[in-house]
């Protein structure tokens, strides 16, 4: 997932000061996303334009209105105006105001808010962590505010702590397992990364570590599809849910499994020297990004600069200047001339068409028609 589609969370990027080297965008970006079936966008692709959503077709479903607007989430999206936070309907309705400091999304019914979180606006340290606890979706505080530290709800559990004392908690605020923890990646297919100091686990539901205690890298991982990507030593590998090695770590890195097929970075036998830019620039690389099926065989051959994991039936690729994207067989799906394109959700991919000053990007659907732009990249 490319950042451009990728709203990363106020919570999360709070949590970045508390991990230097691990809280990069990647970090965020590398969790499996909720699929929504509205868009935000802005009014006329302008930076400084006021945000609404459009749906598949192209219509603006909600009106630009909004200083800040962040995806649906079952039902209701978090949005900002003249400073003050809002949840919305798909109708574009206020259900109510959030009079708290941090708002995140709604999961599972209850969303995490804070209050007193204080940061310092010179290097984003968090100075003062306030107090985390729950609201329901009519706005009702139901879990108290009295955590350090709260996460969303996944698969019915949610990660929380009180200063060095980490755990995670079921709907009633119950303690389910106690566990030291700084951060985690949240609940997948049963099983939950937790990041403490500079380590990375993987435990059950039931508290029970099952795999072997990592090094966090650039990105990190949950499981997708029954395996999930770990680095050791230097090189990416996949582990099962039973925490065994089922693809021995040998790639430079590795994208999730998604539609039965991950991409893989490897290192080419030759450069790879892309053609000469009208500036006179040339780019290459040795590094090349192919796709592995569940066994670990190579099955559409290393050969991109950049690769997406599969989404909708197709995988957005980017090579060279240009962006297009493949099928599960190699294939190229001719969707238009793009610089680049980011992978379709709800529908919708977000494209660019030339470069520099000529940059000029919108939505295409997954026939290539441009429902939204195209604007004026700035």
């Not at 949240?186 to 539901?205: K, Q």
Request: hydrophobic fraction near 35%.
């Amino acid at each position: 997932m490319l950042i451009e589609r990728t709203i990363v969370s106020r919570h999360c990027v709070g949590l970045i000061v508390m991990l230097p080297c691990l809280f990069a965008c990647q970090f965020c970006f590398a969790q499996p996303q909720a699929k929504n079936e509205f868009t935000i966008v802005q009014q006329d692709g302008r930076n400084n334009g006021k945000y609404g959503f459009i749906d598949r077709t192209g219509k603006v479903v909600v009106p630009f209105q909004f200083d800040h607007a962040w995806d649906f989430s079952e039902g209701l999206a978090q949005v900002e105006l003249k400073s003050r936070k809002y949840f919305i309907d798909t109708t574009g309705r206020t259900v109510f105001e959030a009079k708290f400091d941090e708002v995140e999304n709604f999961s599972e019914g209850l969303c995490a808010v804070n209050r007193g979180q204080k940061i310092d606006q010179n290097n984003g340290v968090v100075t003062n962590p306030g107090r985390w606890g729950y609201i329901d979706k009519t706005g009702k505080l139901v879990i108290p505010l009295k955590y350090t530290h709260a996460e969303n709800f996944s698969e019915g559990l949610a990660a929380i702590s009180n200063g060095d004392k980490g755990a995670f908690i079921d709907h009633d605020a119950k303690i389910v397992f106690e566990v030291p923890l700084r951060v985690t990646l949240d609940f997948h297919e049963g099983i939950v990364g937790i990041f403490y100091l500079t380590n990375l686990a993987y435990f059950d539901r039931t508290g029970k570590q099952i795999s072997p205690t990592l090094k966090y890298g650039t990105k990190n991982h949950s499981f997708s599809e029954g395996l999930v990507p770990v680095e050791i030593n230097g090189k990416t590998g996949f582990m099962d849910r039973s925490g065994k090695l089922v693809i021995a770590p040998q790639f430079e890195e590795a994208g999730d499994f998604s539609e039965g097929l991950a991409p893989v970075k490897v290192r080419g036998e030759f450069m790879t020297r892309c053609p000469r830019e009208p500036s006179g620039y040339r780019d290459s690389f040795r590094m090349i990004w192919g796709y592995i099926d569940k066994t670990g065989k190579m099955v559409i051959p290393a050969q991109y600069a950049w690769a997406e994991p599969f989404s909708e039936g197709l995988a957005a690729i980017n090579h060279c200047g240009e962006g297009f994207f493949i099928d599960k067989t190699g294939k190229k799906i001719a969707l238009g001339n793009y610089s680049h394109v980011s992978p379709f959700v709800a529908g919708l991919s977000r494209v660019y068409v030339g470069t520099n000053e000529e940059r000029m990007w919108g939505y295409i659907n997954r026939t290539g028609k441009i429902v939204w732009g195209p604007f004026k990249y700035l």
